[in-house]
């Protein structure tokens, strides 16, 4: 799919310099792979802000219990086949509460994206921040922060995640695991942008701005920053998928978000015992994760494919 | 799921439970008519017959045992696993399903132990030719030993009762510095004299405990002791890789015409430990090879219950006896919402009962509660509840009790749980929300769950608690678990709802004071309804433990003393030469 | 050469140090007390001081984490009296849980992980270098594609569903393999990789992928070096091109991907041997954390942090050996 870009974009050089979020768009437009990616992204994004009003539409608020859809004798399995999908629940019900399973993964939708989307921008913002300057100011800001990244990079961050998601009891579980998976996120990203820094850092059009007086603010806003959009918008979108694996990752080991709040990987991780008794309430969150995990990868492959073509790959 | 462990270490597990009388057996909720079949096999049945001698039996279990020690297993199945395999206590529980088990016997000793000066002393004469497993004679002295071994910092963890019932012992702290009590008397290597500091009517029930088993001083390894007990049941090590496997070979040197209740059976006993849940159920139920002389440590799976209940040959092989504890909701009664009496009462109409029982495996592995001691406590029918028996709740009745407290559009209110209880949080979430009380759900991990609701200043509203008796009175109920004066600031524990009423602290003095265990039984039942009437919890659950065993097991039935546990006593093999050796 | 290696060990040492305070300080915030969680359900406020004196849980958190750091080398007692526990170098404490030094503890578990992850590792370069080889010399063809498509999709399966695929398909269904129970390798070496199967496949699959996608890329970068160009056009036959010089150059980028995983997992894959019941590293880990067992938590932390450093470090010599340049 993505990887085809390869192949197609070389073929054919832009005859006019055309405004590169058009070409951009254009180009991942003309594959069916990554158009698919990018319609699925898209769906995934309208369904987590829409969330509360699709969960309205279906009828069923995420956290309603409904006795009625449930057998109790059998250890509340739902009633009907393929674990209660009907007209009044469109994807099923949760075993032993009957809740709608519809409302829950669209509302999972809404936490696993927005954990995700909120962790790269940490670690975004963090990494091209920390990569910026470490490659152009050099020197001891250079080695202080390439100690840093090593140091990051050196914590066995799956290990840490959970200690850190476990310890703190009290705060708003969202933001934090937001932050703590944004903290191990960055070093990834600072270090191509640092490389990318580092080869603008004297060229003529960067000396020149120096020579004209132009501040390291203002020389890293306006020379350096825009030269490297590319590679980092590539990246970002490459990281997504990671990020809402880790958000799941966590969550199916038990310290993610709080109840009753639902996210894909909580439901998948109650849901694994049924695989067998209730395979769709296991299939349905699952699909989920995966068709979005997939489409960010697809997308982000195609990106970094147009966007830096070149560029380094880790 | 380790949750399990830890949520049983601490808190169900802390205590012996003990199912008396034949309520055990009957059924309750004669108010729900679309009650089906009994799950499992009915109680009082043993599955698979009478065992034949040998063969290897396996436990498959998910979790490592907390403590062998016999100074520090309080972990209720982890008892059960102990006293029946690898150490005699002074008396122990008759090997028998239904209300028999509760019934004791002596063990180590000749008899079940001579009360004098008004049951503030007790003594015990030991049975002659025990012996360790190396042979060695069983003295006095080392269950004298093993008693002081549990008053060490370093050993703890296990029953509490030493501490409790003995005199003298204040600023003891183990022998492991070669200091001895004085409470306790050996004048010759068959004769144990316990002085205690009040006296305890129920001391034989006491001494059922692994605290008062012996433990050899050439034996000591401190808090190492717990990787290999030295065994004087049937029973000794061969193994033990912690959180991996165990295996128990014979001990040659136990004697079966010394022992009244262990048949010893297999010859061999292998726990596999560390598996997952599922996985075990699904294991069992098949039933392949190995698999058939295996039998599950840990409750099966909700998500099991489907595979078992339509399936009648698989049904037949599941256990599920009452656990002997009862699940409450405590409320907290030191300040608003719930210090006021009405707002509490319209708790114990706004709970649906019903949805609790369904979010805890439904119908066929719970009971609801409709008072605060278990069914095996009290007679049946002589216990009533204050508030009906009502199964689901009643929203009109709880609206009036509201608008009499002031608060006729409901309240705000929290709820602290540990994340396996997330779902009946939800529930309750629920059902609350039908009388306008919004409830906030706080889920912690297991580990820290009774930290954060002892922390008597940070408590939450409500909270999940559940108690097991200690004994076959009150005496091991309603003390620990509404007796104001055992508030802690911090790591309170039992009396979750901050209860304090000075009426029922005197009358439970009065009633600790009888003599007579039946009056005293009676008394607590009567002091039961009236804490009901100021509700400071209300009573939900009385769960049972579901457990499965494989089709070549014979001999197995849950033995109400270890909540619902196997009885390792007498568990066995239908042919021994199916399993693997 | 010396020098470089000296610098680095001492770089090794600083991580770890660092590494250790934050998880230190991390535990200390934790509202658990391992103490009261020792000491059971009905402990009086004296007995529970008593434990916690004994545990050394009274002290400030500097002098705990002094203390630590010196038992590591030194060793340290615990407790007091004749039974006293002496943990001899390297001493990373005693389990609050079951008395058991850390260190034992770990080297009990290290060989159930290092079997997964070798297992796994061996499985995964085979397949993914297999692929991602092939794809690129195929590039652009229906090979390519689908074995493209395939890596993606596969590595975006999180590892918890293809692990219950593969019980379900392998086990429930056709019966072919065992449920895992864990036999360790000296013991029986049939039944070790029988049980292993499962897992290896589940982790191997998602690897895999990965890397069949780097090394594609990598193998697609190499071949378009002038070099290669060069040596095809002197006629250099095909397989001597694409072994000699195209895998060379493309594996070097693989290999540093390579040691990270295999450093990661050494320490416990903690999902996979969660769900599959295998005794490792990360299970330890796992259930340390809910019994707020703190010395056993701090251990597989700083035994992780160990092996990934160490996996740089040595990448980094390789480096070095082929670039001396880097030494300066």
Redesign the interface.
Known sequence: MAITLNTSTQADPPVLPEHPLRSTSRKLWSDWGTRTALIAVALLILTALTAPLLARLGGWSPTAFDSRAIDPYLGGMPRGSLGGISAEHWLGVEPATGRDLFARVVHGAQVSLLIAFAATAIVVVAGTAAGIAAGYFGGRVDTVLSRLMDLTMSFPSLIFMIAMMSVAQDVNRVLLMTVVIGVFGWPGIARIVRGEALSLRHREYVDAARVAGSGSWRILTREILPNISGPIIAYTTLLIPGMISTEAALSFLGVGVRPPTSSWGQMIAEAVTYYETDPMYFLIPSAFLFIAVLAFTVLGDALRDILDPQGGRS | MSRQTRALSTALSASLALALLGACTTQEGGSDPDRREQPGVATGTIIGGLPKKGGTLTVLSNQDFGHLDPARNWVMPTMDFGTRLLYRTLTTFKAAPGDQGSGIVPDLATDLGKPSKGGRVWTFKLKPGLKYEDGSPIRAQDIKYNVERSFAPDLVGGPDYAQRYLADTDGYTGPLQGKHLDSIQTPDERTIIFSLRRPVAEFSYTVTLPTFSPVPQSQEKGVQYDLRPFSSGPYKIKSYARGKKLILVRNPHWAKTTDPVREAYPDQIVVQMGLKGGQIDDRIIASEGADASSVEWSDMQPSSIAKVLPRPEVKRRLVAERTGCTDMLALNTSRPPFSNLKLRQAMQYAVDKSAQVTASGGPALNDIATRYLPPALTGEGRSNSAYGRSTTSHADKAKKLLAEGGKPNGFSTTITVSTGDKTRAEALQQSLSQVGVRLKIQTVDPSVYYDTIGDTKHAPDMAINGWCPDYPSGSTFLPFVFDGRTIKEKGNQGNVSQFRDKAVEKRMDEIAAMSDAASADRAWNDLDIVIQSKSPAVPLLWKRKPLLVGDNIAGAFGHGAWTGQFDFAVIGLKDPSKSKG | MIAYLVRRCL?VAG?LL??CA??FI??Y?????PA??????????Q??A??R??MGLDQPLWRQFGDYLVGIFAGRD????????HCGFPCLG?SYD???PVWD?LM??LPVSASLAFGAACMWLVLGLGAGVTAALK??GLL??TL??TA??T????V??TA?ML??GLV?ISGLLP?P??TPLTSDPLGWATNLLLPWLALALLYAAMYAR?S???M??AMAQPYIRTARAKGMPARTVVVKHGLRSAMM?VLTLFGMDLG?LL??A??TE??????GVG?????A????DQPV?LG??LL??FF??MA?VLIDLLYAVIDPRVRT
């Open positions: 770089g991580v660092a590494i934050v998880t991390i535990f915030l934790l509202p658990a007390d009261a969680a020792a000491c059971g359900k009905t402990c009086s406020p007995r529970l008593e434990v004196h004994y615990l407790g007091s009296g004749p039974h006293a526990l005693y079951n008395a058991l503890l009990d578990r590039k652009g390519d594609r493209m498509v993606v999709a590595a975006s399966l999180p918890y569903f219950v019980i379900y429930r449920y129970t864990y780097q594609r890329s990598s697609i970068e980028p990661a320490a416990g903690v999902i969660s769900i599959f019941g295998i005794p299970r330890l880990f796992y259930d954390l809910q019994r707020s938590v597989v932390t992780a942090a990934i450093v740089n």
